[in-house]
């Protein structure tokens, strides 16, 4: 994880396939530090569970620079429940999270943030192709851009259509970046 040029911290995840369910693992830490000292700090920790395309359950904890937040999302029939720092909702339909490891999400044009527990209207766009390094290694990917959250996100996507990297220019001007190790 980058802060324009500069390593930040970690985003690690995994997906676990259980047959017809998948499980999500996600925790991502950041401290960005100015002359040593610690300006901002971000831990996101989530356990995700899928049926096919749609989120099943949530359970999300953030420390967002001291505020804290936690979702908890459940299917229920038809519809999917989200209690979060905003109240509850119900959430009509097939839910998806900004799950980047599911390119199922670029046909979206709603998703579920799971550090506010917002149903965020979304756009999504193919952007073109770019040569990126992923693993160490320069390959050919598809990038998208994703608008409607506050910052516009870029995720790339390789030949095999798997998640590659993904980067939002934040306020200021400044990159936040990822790639797969």
């Known amino acids: 994880m980058f802060l324009d040029d500069t390593a930040i911290g970690h985003h690690h995840f995994m997906v676990n396939d259980k047959g017809a369910e998948r499980e999500l693992v996600t925790n991502a830490r950041f401290d960005v530090k100015v002359l040593f000292i610690s300006a901002y700090r971000y831990a996101h920790d989530a356990s995700e569970r899928w049926r096919g395309n749609c989120l099943t359950s949530l359970n999300a904890r953030t420390d967002d620079n001291g505020k804290p937040s936690v979702?908890?999302?459940?299917?229920?029939?038809e519809s999917t429940s989200v209690v979060s720092p905003r109240g509850r909702e119900a959430l009509d339909?097939?839910?998806?999270?900004?799950?980047?490891?599911?390119?199922?999400?670029?046909?979206?044009?709603?998703?579920?943030n799971s550090q506010t527990g917002q149903y965020e209207s979304v756009k999504i766009v193919a952007i073109g192709e770019d040569k990126i390094t992923a693993r160490g290694v320069l390959v050919q990917a598809k990038r998208y851009r994703i608008t409607g959250p506050k910052n516009p996100i870029d995720v790339w996507y390789g030949a095999d259509n798997h998640w590659l990297a993904l980067q939002s220019t934040l306020e200021g001007g400044r990159r936040l970046r990822y790639t797969l190790k």
Do not use: H, K
């Not at 979702?71 to 029939?77: E, N, P, R, T």
């Not at 339909?93 to 579920?112: D, H, K």
């Open 71 to 77: 979702v908890q999302a459940d299917q229920q029939g």
């Open 93 to 112: 339909g097939c839910v998806m999270s900004f799950a980047y490891w599911n390119p199922e999400i670029l046909r979206q044009t709603r998703l579920l």
